[in-house]
């Protein structure tokens, strides 16, 4: 919808934005002001005003933002107007939790199919969907339209698949697989490290420390 390159610190903020938005919308809330959000989300009014500048604002001088219109307009630029179903492989303990997770489809992102190399696991359930064999895969791909594989298999594993996956219409892999993949233009991945997270986390504990014994 916008002409202009958004950067992706800004796209990183904005499902946070909505996550507000949308308490503030089950709240019955209709407005709300830049100062008001800014206090909220211990984020500047200022920083608010710059990010939502980049859509054109949003915003009315006087009245604050509209916040059903806010999170509309938010939820489009994330593409969350449209559905997206998405394929788990990898149905171990994180693949299982995320299938279990019910919040994505809230968001639009509906769960499809789970598949896992391990003939014990093939006929178990994971809410209602069944977990297949690898053999499957394809097939179910491409005749499911799916969008999304998310991977919650080991490295080794992640890297052959990736053929297979845009071969068969993939568009974007949520990889947890702890390794670069090497995809065609126009297949996204987001990569996601949970420990990276942790690793910020413990940075900022002993900055903390730090800073109180100096
Ligand atoms: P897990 O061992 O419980 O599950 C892995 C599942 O993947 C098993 O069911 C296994 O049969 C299946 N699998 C292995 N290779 C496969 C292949 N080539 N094709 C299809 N299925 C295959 O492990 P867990 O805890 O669920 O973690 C899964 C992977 O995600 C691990 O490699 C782990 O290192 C990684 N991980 C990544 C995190 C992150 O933040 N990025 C966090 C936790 C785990």
Same mark, same amino acid.
């Given at each position: ?12 903020? #904005? ?64 593409? #969350? ?7 788990? /492989? ?57 969008? /999304? ?23 974007? /892999? ?19 490290? #949970? ?20």
């Amino acid at each position: 919808m916008q002409e202009k390159e958004i950067s992706q610190a800004v796209i990183g903020r #904005l499902p946070r934005y909505l996550r507000y938005l949308g308490d503030l919308k089950e709240r019955n809330i209709e407005r709300i002001s830049s100062q008001e959000l800014s206090s909220l989300m211990n984020v500047t009014a200022s920083q608010i005003r710059q990010d939502f500048n980049n859509f054109g604002g949003f915003g009315q001088q006087g009245y604050g933002y509209n916040v059903e219109y806010l999170y509309d307009e938010i939820s489009k630029i994330l593409g #969350l107007n449209h559905s997206h179903n998405f394929v788990i /492989i990898g149905a171990g303990n994180l693949g299982k939790a995320l299938g279990n997770y019910l919040n994505f489809e809230r968001r639009g992102f509906i769960f499809k199919g789970m598949f896992d190399k391990n003939p014990e696991l093939i006929g178990q359930k994971v809410r209602d969907v069944e977990i297949k064999p690898m053999e499957d895969l394809e097939v179910f791909l491409r005749e499911n339209t799916i969008d /999304i594989a998310v991977l919650t298999i080991p490295k080794t594993g992640a890297v052959g698949l990736v053929d297979t996956l845009v071969d068969n219409g993939i568009k974007a /892999i949520w990889n947890f697989a702890h390794v670069d993949l090497d995809v065609p233009e126009g297949v996204q991945v987001e990569n996601v490290h #949970l420990s990276d997270s942790l690793m910020k986390l413990s940075y900022n504990i002993s900055r903390y420390n730090d800073g109180k014994e100096n």
